[in-house]
């Protein structure tokens, strides 16, 4: 596998340049295969779509001498990661290059280090809301020559339209072009398809800032009501406590505000929202869009029948409809050796019900209550918010 940048063959050491030459079978976009065409002296393969048709097509051919062509360096958001789940490491020779995010870095004198490194090539731009913080930089690779100004828009739109947006294009290459512009001002055009932009991060006032600690103001969520609300929220994703590359079924989601918080705490953790009430199905959607986890998967149907086919669970959460005819054996059916239930009663129907369950499995009871200082005519006195009982428990 070697990296190739818009330097092309120039850029390359002998053993990657020999590499691509003793190859019998040739993979890569068709722009790499261009920059590397002279030196190629077996049969090139242009990447196939559906991508995946080409990764069968290099699979077919093990035991040959092939060679994959990727951009800059292969396991930084590139090929290498997906190569790399179907052949073993050992069966690899790897010639990177620096990658996009290394040389913007280098231009722009940003220590790797202290940036957020963000891929949104064919993914959505609004991964990049839960990183947008004041004096933040981020590097963000773009699908396209759309892109800079599709982010620029949407930096505006949060309250950061101040920010600078420097586009650095066809970095290494002839073509190398580097431009600023303010994001709310972004007037650049005949910006080059290959390109990544740089973020220097200012808020405005008013600005959505989204604090990195769980359970975020109420009023950051689209809700009818129906949400878990911040203090309770905050205690209940620590009972949850997500782990890296975990899944969570949010059932009875309401706003989705659990689910939500659980994918911001780590890039690597899943959510699944299942809501009967179609409305809130789609309030659910947009909340996640807002808050940069727009993979958040939203089902509107009723438990316990929605819960048919989905991913197990390594945490389940529920909200709402607890007290339905089998949700609770469901969701214990259902959830991982190890994993995590939490479950929160308002009413005295499900209250009961958590109590049986605590007497018949363990786990832990906990009743959560908040009061709120509120006015009373000219005074000022405590408000009490509806008391939470909660039962959490770990199957074995």
């Known amino acids: 596998m070697v990296g190739i940048g818009e330097d092309g063959l120039a850029g390359l050491g002998d053993a990657a340049k020999a590499a691509i030459s003793g190859a019998t079978h040739v993979f890569g976009g068709a722009r790499h295969l261009e920059l590397a065409a002279s030196a190629i002296k077996g049969e090139p393969h242009p990447w196939q779509s559906p991508f995946s048709a080409s990764i069968d097509a290099v699979l077919a051919l093990r035991g ?73 930089r981020i ?15 949407l930096l505006t739109e949060a309250g950061f339209g101040i920010s600078i947006i420097t586009v650095l294009e066809a970095l290494g290459g002839p ?19 290959l390109n990544i932009c740089a973020i220097s991060v200012v808020a405005l006032p008013g600005a959505r800032v989204l604090p990195l600690t769980p359970g975020l103001d109420d009023a950051l969520f689209e809700h009818d009501g129906q949400i878990t609300k911040r203090e309770i929220r905050a205690l ?7 782990r890296r590359g975990e899944t969570l079924w949010d059932i009875g989601a ?75 054996d469901a969701a214990i059916a259902a959830l991982r050796p190890g994993g995590r239930l939490v479950a929160n009663a308002v009413t005295l129907e499900l209250e009961a019900m958590l109590l049986a369950r605590h007497a018949d499995l363990g786990g832990s009871l906990t009743r959560l209550a908040v009061d709120r200082a509120d006015t009373i005519g000219s005074m000022t006195a405590w408000r009490p918010a509806m008391p939470i009982v909660q039962w959490a428990w770990s199957k074995s």
């Open 236 to 242: 209940t994703l620590a009972t949850l406590a997500p």
């Open 139 to 153: 590097l963000a690779l773009t699908s396209d020559e759309h892109g800079p100004a599709q982010l620029a828009a």
């Open 64 to 136: 040959h001498a092939v060679c994959v062509l990727a951009s800059g360096d292969p396991f930084h958001y590139g090929v290498g990661a997906t190569l790399a789940r179907h052949v073993d490491a050992s069966q690899l020779q790897v010639y990177p290059h620096p990658s996009s995010f290394s040389l913007a870095a280098a231009r722009l004198g940003w220590p790797l280090q202290e940036v957020v490194s963000l891929s949104l090539h064919g993914r959505p731009l609004d991964l990049v809301r839960p990183h947008l913080h004041p004096g933040a």
């Open 254 to 328: 309401g706003s989705g505000s659990i689910a939500i918080e659980w994918m911001l705490a780590d890039p690597s953790l899943k959510a699944i929202a299942i809501e009967a009430d179609a409305e809130r199905a789609a309030r659910i959607a947009r909340n996640a869009t807002s808050f940069g986890v727009p993979d958040l998967a939203v089902i509107a149907g009723t438990a316990p029948g929605a819960l048919a086919g989905l991913e197990p669970p390594h945490a389940i959460f529920i909200g709402g409809g607890g007290s339905d005819p089998g949700v609770l």
């Open 175 to 193: 073509e190398e072009t580097v431009r600023s512009h303010v994001a709310m001002r972004f007037a650049l055009d005949g910006i080059n398809p």
